[in-house]
């Protein structure tokens, strides 16, 4: 079992930056690769970022490309988005997913566990 808590979500300007973590508890963090997702109102949940096991692998949505940049602290459990130069359009609640095997994932249906989410609001 794996519980993750995310944090560093908030209100900024369009082209400013902001910091999300996501801290797992749980044996299992280390050994599956995790992802960021994001809701925005009226939308469906839609995949960000991914990152693999080893963090040697990541992969992003197109439209957060050179913007955002996921990464992962494995002796911390705790995995990082990195969201530079924001747009109004990334406003949204940003999820934190585990899956259980090492390899990335786009789709919400191949994570196991999920985190409760935090607000990211970007205002033009």
């Known amino acids: 079992q794996v519980q993750l808590v995310e944090s560093g979500g908030g209100l900024v300007q369009a082209g400013g930056s902001l910091r999300l973590s996501c801290a797992a508890s749980?044996?299992?963090?280390?050994?599956?690769?995790m992802g960021w997702f994001r809701q925005a109102p009226g939308k469906e949940r839609e995949f960000v970022a991914s990152?693999?096991?080893?963090?040697?692998?990541?992969y992003y949505t197109h439209s957060v490309k050179d913007r955002f940049t996921i990464s992962r602290d494995n002796a911390r459990n705790t995995v990082f988005l990195q969201m530079n130069s924001l747009k109004p359009e990334d406003t949204a609640v940003y999820y934190c997913?585990?899956?259980?095997?090492?390899?990335?994932?786009?789709?919400?249906?191949?994570?196991?566990?999920w985190g409760q989410g935090t607000q990211v609001t970007v205002s033009s």
């Open positions: 997913a585990a899956r259980s095997t090492v390899m990335i994932s786009t789709t919400p249906t191949g994570y196991n566990y």
């Open positions: 990152i693999s096991q080893s963090g040697s692998i990541t």
């Open positions: 749980g044996r299992t963090f280390s050994s599956g690769a």
